[in-house]
């Protein structure tokens, strides 16, 4: 069990993202989302042909 001075300390730690941040972590467990969340930011993977490199 935690003391209070460690339950206090821990109960305001915030972690700050960036853009970069939100959308990386979107993007990786967007499936893991509940469908009410995914229904309001409704996305769809899209495959494409990537480009290879002029060598």
Known sequence: MLGAKTAIRCYFKV???????V?????QYYEKLNVDIRSELPLKRVWM???????
């Open 23 to 27: 959308l990386e972590n979107l993007f």
């Open 49 to 55: 042909v990537a480009q290879q490199d002029a060598e």
């Open 15 to 21: 972690r700050l993202w960036t853009k970069q941040d």
